[in-house]
């Protein structure tokens, strides 16, 4: 009996990791390679396009949970106030999934590249269909 549960956990498991489709799986990779485009051109206005602007956007950094597109976006202004201290950001994603019809779950690392250093962490975004947009909707960065 165990083993048929734990059967059934991996394939229905793996059914719904397998719910997005082609075209939302390259939208949302698109997505994220705009915003680091834009966040290594210096834009943070341009970066923030890729996140849902509402007030119940959520990021969650070294600070805590903070919540809203305005307030994210403030925060980023204020940690980054020049392109050079911005750096030159990569993505590496380990893994998108489906959630349900209009919600995937990324996880990845990110990476800044200084001429002097080098800084990283890892990622989770929670992204939703919104007006036929992907966007993210929830950011944990560590």
């Known amino acids: 009996m165990k083993i048929f549960f734990i059967s059934c956990l991996f394939f229905f498991g793996g059914l719904a990791a397998q719910n997005l489709s082609e075209a939302d799986r390259k939208e949302i990779l698109q997505s994220l390679e705009d915003q680091r485009i834009a966040w290594n051109d210096g834009s943070i206005e341009k970066y923030m396009n890729g996140y849902w602007n509402s007030d ?5 950094g070294k600070r805590g949970v903070q919540y809203g597109w305005n307030s994210t976006f403030e925060n980023y202004r ?12 990569s993505f590496e994603v380990i ?13 990845g690392k990110w990476k800044l590249d200084y001429t002097d250093k080098s800084v990283d962490g890892h990622f989770t975004l929670l992204y939703r269909k919104i007006k036929g947009k992907w966007l993210v909707v929830a950011d944990h960065s560590s």
């Open 78 to 89: 204020k940690s980054y106030p020049s392109k050079e201290v911005m750096g030159r950001l």
């Open 56 to 60: 119940s956007l959520r990021f969650i």
């Open 95 to 107: 893994s998108l999934e489906g959630t349900g019809g209009s919600s995937a779950f990324m996880i």
